[in-house]
């Protein structure tokens, strides 16, 4: 009968391996979480139509781009970037970037961006014309017109709104970091992997793994909880004022 030998994880050079894939874990959740939320607002935003014949066209590019990523497996995101972009740029280019220490890290956190970005747009989108059509129009009549009409009254109802959906899609981002360990990105799940092949203790550190992996969920959960407590106090006091 095995017998786990838990101190095993606590021994420094094991506990190194295994902090340092935390910390790529949250860099890499924390990137791409920003930088496709942004991406998504650019798609949910430029997926409204209006009369212009320009307006029509971005609005099914944006609605064609999110339709392509969302059909293509996550993993795919990453292994794209890292071995087929290279060969698309010139020679030179190509043995620079594949020479660059932090290549890996940038181009899991590019994957991910891609990949999450279009189900934050639909998100986003769904709620701009499910929820509050008669506050836009009456903004719209009171003269919100281009940036302020989108920032100031259009994203932060549409993000209000949605922020149970939003958060579960940012916690869901977070667990796909462990996908960078497809373009050997040493990040928590690779950690646990490396931490197997050199102590041979495979229950040990896939059960640490766990523990982290739901203690960084949780702990996600419970930030992205308390912004949406704050921000729906805010309107309270608000419509009271």
């Known amino acids: 009968m095995y017998t786990p030998h838990w101190s095993i994880l606590i021994e420094p050079v094991y506990l190194r391996i295994l902090l340092h894939g935390v910390a790529l874990t949250l860099s890499i959740a924390a990137l791409s979480s920003l930088l496709s939320l942004a991406l998504g607002v650019a798609l949910a935003i430029g997926r409204t139509r209006s009369q212009s014949t320009q ?22 995101w990453l292994i794209l970037p890292f071995y ?8 030179g280019a190509c043995r620079a970037l594949n020479g660059w220490e932090h ?49 100031r009254l259009v994203l932060p109802l549409a993000c209000s709104a949605s922020l149970p959906a939003l958060n579960a899609r940012m916690v869901h981002n977070l667990k796909n970091s462990s996908l960078a360990m497809f373009i050997s990105v040493p990040e928590l799940t690779w950690a646990s992997q490396e931490v197997e092949s050199l102590s041979f203790a495979g229950l ?6 766990t523990v982290l992996y739901m203690g960084l969920g949780l702990g996600l959960s419970g930030l992205l909880l308390l912004v949406q407590r704050h921000m729906e106090r805010r309107q309270r006091g608000e419509a009271r004022a």
């Open 204 to 209: 040990e550190s896939t059960t640490a793994a």
């Open 84 to 91: 087929c972009l290279p060969f698309l740029l010139p020679q």
């Open 103 to 151: 290549f890996p890290f940038w181009a899991a956190v590019a994957g991910l961006t891609v990949n999450n970005a279009p189900y934050l747009a639909d998100i986003l989108f769904s709620v701009m014309h499910t929820t509050g059509r008669d506050a836009l129009a009456c903004a719209r009549l009171s003269g919100f017109t281009g940036w302020r009409y989108w920032f």
């Open 55 to 76: 307006a029509v066209v971005c609005a099914r590019l944006c609605a064609g781009f999110c339709h392509v990523v969302r059909s293509i497996p996550g993993v795919f």
